[in-house]
């Protein structure tokens, strides 16, 4: 399987905007032979917890369904961050989408406490399966802690998918994280991360992809957007800079 990550830089607050950059990441993506590509934590708004309650939406909002039609006439599955809401709250989510399918979402499970005021917890963990293979996502803070990636393999989980906003302190912290999970579980580990301001910190990207023995294979810089690609049977990956 030809799985992508999209390291990018979003507008922040321009849903609009941020579809129109999204689709271009997705028909490069599908240039590139991915069956799926995959975006940052809340990367059609920006990590901006203050405006979430504002911009927070469901699943089925009309604007997405660009999204379900890329996924249709690319044959490819899509995974968009984006605040949504529940019944009890505003929830940090990625929705995704798959060809002629339903659209499923997954919001963030374990929040760190600076998010405790503007966001809800999710309570289900989502597994995505694409080409017989099961795609544990993570969003963020918990994509750091080992519970989430052990309840990951437990449910049968084979690729560890890490949708992150994360400054400098917390990809160094991820550098070291990420590879453990990948060797202690057997499992390749995709890092999707943004670029540019974000709330109070700045996001400094390094979107990387690890092997299921811990083997870094695959990074981008720090400055610029751009798209990985890999191949989970040979390991092997493409890389561009947009």
């Excluded at 990441?25 to 032979?33: D, N, R, T």
């Excluded at 760190?112 to 399966?129: A, R, T, V």
């Excluded at 803070?141 to 302190?169: D, R």
Aim: negative net charge; glycine residues 8%; aromatic residues 8%.
């Amino acid at each position: 399987m030809n799985i992508g990550i999209a390291q990018i830089k979003p507008s922040k607050g321009d849903i609009s905007s941020n579809i129109e950059r999204h689709i271009k990441f997705i028909e490069l993506a599908s240039s590139l032979q991915a069956t799926s590509v995959f975006f940052p934590e809340l990367s059609l708004t920006g990590y901006e917890p203050e405006l979430a309650r504002d911009l927070a939406t469901y699943q089925d909002d009309h604007r997405l369904d660009t999204f379900q039609q890329a996924s249709n006439s690319k044959n490819i599955t899509i995974g968009v961050g984006i605040p949504t809401k529940s019944d009890n709250g505003i929830q940090i989510s990625m929705v995704v989408f798959r060809p002629h399918q339903g659209r499923l979402t997954y919001s963030k499970q374990q929040l760190h406490e600076d998010e405790f005021p503007y966001f809800e917890k999710g309570n289900e963990q989502l597994i995505i399966e694409i080409e017989n293979q099961k795609i544990i996502p993570a969003i963020c803070y918990e994509s750091l802690q080992t519970p989430h990636a052990e309840k990951a393999t437990q449910l049968g989980g084979e690729i560890y998918l890490a949708s992150v906003a994360k400054s400098q302190n917390g990809v160094e912290k991820g550098f070291k994280h990420y590879p453990q999970v990948a060797k202690k579980y057997a499992m390749p580990v995709l890092m999707a991360n943004c670029i540019g301001e974000c709330d109070n910190f700045v996001s400094v990207g390094f979107s990387t992809v690890w092997t299921k023995e811990g083997k870094l294979v695959g990074q981008l810089d720090n400055e610029n957007e751009g798209i990985i690609i890999f191949n989970t049977k040979t390991e092997k990956i493409i890389k561009q800079i947009l």
